[in-house]
């Protein structure tokens, strides 16, 4: 059954029964009214009957029927005469024949009442008259008059019924006319109450499907309006509340996205809710969606981590190494997570490889450094300790500082390199760049280097092309690099060599290469002769003077030539020795 037709039901069924009750109401009272006033009307044509016959002559019954017809007459009712022993003695309505032939009226009720309280009422069913009628009797006190005992005034009630049926017929016209009305209006004011309904459920059903906007249309005043008011207001309030947690979700989404460390959250059953893309690729895990943490996470420790939280233990940090790629490290931390509602763990995983990294360069670095100083010190120290004899023959002393001298200056290019690395490293040395002629930089360095150059009986091309003739840069710091290169291709091949030095263009930047006649640097060192102190054979002695270089010359070059946004490569020619090409933005 539809709203509407409830509604109309039950205003129409009221209605119906409240016009029903009305015109019963209505027939009952004037019933009853009339009755009452005809009640009236008998007693006191009774009482007039009764006094106008208490001063009257009337000896025989025909006397007291002549009587009795000219008083029914004059009062348009029936009046009966009743003797003191109940017989009837006259009557308006009938001859005298038809008296004798009628029962003793003692017994009647209005008749034993009248006796009894001088005055009686009644009202049934005449069956001389064969209708219903209403009696009233009252004594007659006439001495003249022994056979009149009571008089009786009796109307037929049939005036009632025609009063009644013509009232009903217009309670009837009015119920009918009643109902129509009704009909109309509870028809139309369901209609209207179901319109309004149905337009708050299609609100509802567009708030539910997600388009929270509020309705242009008004709801009116009323309950209904109100109700339809309060339920926007509530969708409105929700709606803004669950635009915020998207907000905040998102931001938290783009947040776990964003981040290095990752995470990894399951709730206290120990299903993963969450894992960020850095914890999935650190742990090398499976869709996670859902599934208990003991099905994708293999590391048993952090398994262990999470098992142990859950079950409200505290956890230590650990250090796990190689799970995906084997150089990496990460520290996973688990904590519990205890919101209203919610409880459950979050891993989360600190990626430490770099840290590691450096932590190791930076040993290897000291390890280094002290190997390199320590070498030349303890030369040192045993030179000046043999000097300390005194029986030492003068050309052993000279020789033994020279060789002191040597290791002193070895020491002396082995800080000075350091630091220049150092100073690189902190980013102190900036570029100060300006056009400088690839010509008068390779002179240079070969004016500089001359004196080597003589003694290694080391010859020096150049091969500039047009295009290459200047290069932007630092000329200081292009000279140092360079000059570390000549030094490299001098001392590292034979005598009696040659060195060429080259400038061309390619692809909008200037390559400077330096190639030498020696033996070249093996494929497997090529990419590490860069690192510091880095050498592809640590035993093999350095020819002339020079005790051997300090592992950090191409370092120091590869730092140089990045400052300016260039790069430096190490090859072999296919024809022997080595090559190397400093690449310049041109
Ligand atoms: P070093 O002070 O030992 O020369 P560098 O950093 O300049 O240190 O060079 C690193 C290593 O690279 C050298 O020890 C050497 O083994 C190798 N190397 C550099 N230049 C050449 C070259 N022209 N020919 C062969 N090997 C070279």
């Not at 309280?117 to 069913?125: E, Q, V």
């Not at 205890?338 to 000291?366: E, M, N, Q």
């Not at 002769?529 to 010359?553: H, I, M, N, Q």
């Amino acid at each position: 059954m539809t709203f509407r037709t409830k509604i109309f039901l039950t205003a129409f069924t009221s209605a119906a029964i409240a016009l029903a009750v009305a015109t019963a109401l209505l027939s009952w009272s004037i019933r009853r009214d009339l009755e009452s006033r005809i009640q009236r009307d008998l007693t006191s044509e009774a009482r007039i009957a009764a006094e106008t016959l208490s001063h009257r002559t009337a000896a025989t019954e025909s006397d007291l029927d002549a009587e009795a017809d000219a008083l029914g007459r004059l009062m348009s009712a029936r009046i009966t005469f009743i003797a003191p022993d109940g017989r009837v003695v006259g009557d308006s309505e009938l001859t005298l024949d038809q008296i004798h032939t009628m029962e003793n009226h003692a017994n009647r009720a209005e008749v034993v009442e009248a006796r009894e309280r001088g005055m009686g009422t009644s009202r049934r069913f005449s069956n001389t008259m064969q209708t219903e009628m209403m009696y009233v009797a009252m004594p007659v006190h006439n001495p003249n008059a022994p056979l009149l005992a009571l008089v009786r005034v009796a109307l037929p009630l049939t005036e009632v019924d025609q009063q009644l049926a013509r009232v009903r017929h217009f309670a009837l016209v009015g119920f009918g006319v009643g109902m129509a009305a009704a009909l109309l209006l509870t028809w139309t004011f369901s209609a209207l109450v179901s319109r309004r309904v149905h337009e708050i459920a299609d609100e509802a059903r567009r708030y539910a499907a997600g388009d929270l906007e509020r309705p242009v249309r008004d709801f009116g005043s009323d309950e209904i309006a109100t109700v339809a008011r309060v339920l926007d207001d509530a969708v409105q309030n929700l709606g803004g509340r669950v635009s915020e947690l998207a907000q905040d979700r998102a931001r938290m989404e783009a947040i776990l996205a964003g981040m290095v460390e990752g995470v990894l959250v399951v709730n206290e059953y120990g299903r993963v809710q969450l894992a960020n893309d850095a914890a999935r690729s650190m742990l090398r895990l499976p869709d996670p969606a859902g599934r208990h943490y003991f099905e994708i996470v293999r590391q048993p420790a952090i398994a262990e981590q999470i098992a142990g939280v859950l079950t409200g233990k505290p956890s230590e940090s650990v250090e796990l190494t190689g799970v995906g790629d084997a150089a990496t490290t990460f520290i996973a931390r688990t904590g519990p997570i205890s919101s209203p509602g919610s409880r459950g763990a979050v891993v989360v995983l600190h990626d430490i490889t770099d840290l590691r990294r450096a932590d190791r360069i930076r040993r290897d670095f000291i390890a280094n450094v002290s190997h390199e100083l320590r070498t030349p010190l303890t030369a040192v120290r045993g030179y000046v300790e043999a000097l300390l004899d005194e029986s030492m023959e003068p050309e052993d002393a000279r020789r033994f500082l020279e060789i002191i001298a040597r290791h002193s200056a070895r020491m002396e290019r082995l800080v000075r390199d350091l630091l220049r690395l150092a100073r690189l490293d902190a980013g102190q040395e900036s570029i100060e760049g300006v056009a400088v002629s690839v010509e008068t930089l390779f002179h240079e360095i070969q004016v500089e280097l001359s004196d080597v150059l003589q003694a290694r009986q080391q010859h020096v091309r150049q091969r500039i092309a047009a295009d290459a003739g200047v290069v932007h840069g630092d000329s200081a710091k292009l000279h140092d690099a360079l000059r570390n290169l000549l030094e490299n291709a001098i001392n590292y091949s034979p005598v009696s060599t040659s060195i060429t030095l080259g400038a061309a263009r390619r692809d909008g930047r200037i390559l400077l290469t330096v190639e030498d006649e020696g033996p070249g640097i093996p494929d497997a060192d090529l990419p590490r002769v860069f690192e510091r102190f880095y050498r592809v054979d640590k035993a093999r002695a350095r020819s002339g003077k020079d005790p051997g270089g300090t592992g950090l010359g191409l370092a120091i070059v590869r730092h140089l030539i990045e400052l300016h946004g260039g790069c430096v490569k190490a090859a072999n020619r296919p024809g022997g020795g080595a090559i190397f090409t400093v690449e310049l933005p041109g």
